[in-house]
């Protein structure tokens, strides 16, 4: 008998929007032959719009000084056994230029909150427009004020990832310290947007004191918002933090929600993250297969990657590593994937 769940799956392939009663049915009664469902549906909606492309980004990890104080963060700003660094502008355009000759035509500059000055952002990114013309500049360097989004514009960069951590306030203030705010985070998604970028935003999946209703609320806003770019990982703890003792997220239920997101909005840009790849040894393939179409092996000095110590076991070098490209493309071929040359934009549908 076919159950309520598929029902609603099917529902949301063909319209790309739920009540939230039924977001919550699918959190609260799929099972694994609904994940393996949704995930047939979402792989055949990503080939519609995107074939069998993977796109690659190059990530290059800027610094790890951050002035937030995030509970679920090995870089936050009160860990004192955080080896802290930034990279100068010299060493971003470095790991820009061997990037280039591996192949990659999407830069992503990751950094905490507060790592370089604002003039010296603006500095990074004229250099990379630059030198490199035709390729994309992706930020995830937090929250600013509208007017310091707009100079990054300005400068040359195309678009911004900004995970919302979580569409709840209530959850919002669970994770975080009183002195950062879930208003001027969300109102923040909202000014890239109006600057002109493409936006990304996302959230962790398993987080502690996450429920179904609070992943409702994600998914709920991930369909009105409608993002570029969709950033999902499983929570992963980190030793020196408050939540390092509480369990991982779980692999399969970020698969499913990877599938359900592909199926809200079909040509959205959909890493298969570090944080997946790190949680299973074939995390990353999983995410592709569930809907996913991005990756983003890491760039950045290995003399400062094992510094950008996000969570424990964090994966930067092997398969999630920029210099091991060709494996890359081998894995995806294993599965009926190529990787995409070129930077990857959106597609228009």
Known sequence: MRTEAASLIDRLAQGHRLEKSGYRTLLESAGAEEYAYAAALADAARREVYGTAVFVRGLIEIGNICRN????????ASNRRCARYALT???ILACCREGYGIGFRTFVLQGGEGTLPLEQILAIIAGIRGE?????ITLSLGEYEASAYEEMIAAGANRYLLR??????????????ATMSFRHRMRCLESLREAGFAVGCGF?????????ETITSDLKFIEEFSPEMCGIGPFLPQRDTPFGGF??????LTCFLLSLIRLIKPNVLLPSTTALGSREADGRRKGILAGANVVMPNLSPFEVRGKYALYDHKLSTGPESAQNLEALKKSLREIGFSVAVSRGDIKNI
């Open 69 to 76: 104080d995030c509970y679920y963060c090995g870089i936050r």
């Open 89 to 91: 502008k010299e060493q």
């Open 132 to 136: 490199f013309p035709d390729c994309a």
């Open 164 to 177: 919302h951590e979580t569409a709840d306030e209530a959850h919002y203030h669970k994770l975080h310290p």
């Open 204 to 212: 962790m999946v398993g987080s502690p004191f996450q429920t179904s």
């Open 247 to 252: 369990p991982a997220g779980s692999a399969d």
